[in-house]
């Protein structure tokens, strides 16, 4: 784990999520599905340079801020937003990214992107730090398969009021952060703080306002045992605005699946204090960004592993990997 001044950097340039409005089509809530495909540019005999010169589409002067950081080689999940350059968040573009491990080989793409509404049902939503001035979008491709380790290239392409736009996406890495548990991996069984260990004052263990309620179970005590989602986030101390809402939707979907799977959330840092480094939990999952939420079946195995935001809809789905029915 990176001490405290290095480790908020890297959350703060990778998550910028900030504020991010909900406008545009789609849901009631902000969600939007993905763009068909077809709607940009092929890759078929293209390299990423032929994609950030092509002659239909002029450079766009939006920016795409990545909201992942940890890839391993397989299918990946990968979040953004996108801002003006100005820093205004838009959250009703139509985007698709194209992936190629060099300037000179073949292209990945267009994969386009979901908008991903963080919108909870209003008992949810925290009065303090997670509260209205957080969050409430991110566009999430799904799947990205990576082949190899290594630096990855990235472009955006964008679906602009005068046509198609593109834009440069910071590099990534594959591979970077292997110590992170994956799918398939069995979870470090450690110890959670309860309620009950701080005589019911959640302000020790928890930033949120008001305390959520998922403190009830040392995840030591019951993993191995029963379905479990361990999510890592500090409502107000985040490096970026969307613990607040993670912790939103992780409490809404424990409601729903109350008897069924325990949900335990877990701070960052030390006594809530940035200065005194990042809480022993933390560093057992090997972390280096929140937020982050690993689901994890009855036998202690990591079925799946969210980092950064995600709603209500994409967690529930994510639930199936470790709760039938």
Not at 30 to 35: D, E, I, T, V, Y
Not at 173 to 180: K, S
Not at 230 to 235: E, G, I, Q, S
């Amino acid at each position: 784990m990176r001490r405290p001044g290095s480790r908020s950097q890297v959350p703060l340039a990778l998550l910028a999520l900030l504020l991010v409005s909900g406008c545009g089509g789609g849901s009631d809530d902000g969600s939007r599905p993905a763009p068909a495909a077809t709607e940009f540019p092929s890759a078929e005999g293209k390299t990423i340079g032929d994609l950030l010169h092509d002659p239909d589409a002029k450079p766009s002067r939006l920016v795409i801020a990545p909201a992942t950081q940890t890839f391993d080689v397989g299918e990946n999940r990968y979040a953004f937003g996108v801002f003006t350059r100005g820093q205004e968040q838009i959250s009703d573009a139509d985007v698709a990214l194209y992936f190629a491990k060099d300037g000179k080989g073949p292209v990945t793409g267009p994969l386009p992107a979901q908008v991903t509404s963080l919108e909870t049902k209003p008992a949810y939503r925290a009065t303090g730090a997670g509260g209205p001035s957080e969050a409430t979008t991110v566009y999430v491709v799904p799947k990205v398969d990576f082949d190899r380790n290594g630096p990855w290239m990235v472009v955006a392409m964008l679906k602009g009021k005068d046509g198609l736009e593109v834009s440069r996406v910071p590099t990534l890495v594959v591979g970077e952060f292997p110590r992170v548990p994956r799918d398939g991996e069995k979870a470090p069984a450690v110890h959670t703080p309860t309620a009950a260990e701080v005589g019911g004052d959640l302000a020790k263990i928890d930033t949120r306002v008001p305390p959520d309620q998922m403190h009830q179970v040392d995840f030591a005590d019951v993993v191995g045992k029963k379905p479990v989602v361990l999510v890592f986030a500090t409502p107000a101390l985040c490096q970026t605005r969307v613990c607040g809402p993670v912790v939103d939707v992780a409490q809404q979907v424990a409601d729903s699946y109350k008897g069924k799977a325990e949900f335990i959330h877990m701070e960052i840092w030390n006594d809530n204090d940035i200065g005194k480094g990042p809480r022993p939990q933390v560093e057992a999952f090997n972390l280096e960004s929140e937020p982050w939420a690993f689901l994890i079946d009855r036998n202690g195995i990591v079925r799946d592993r969210i980092e950064g935001a995600f709603g209500v809809s994409e967690l529930e789905e994510a639930m199936r990997k470790i709760v039938s029915g």
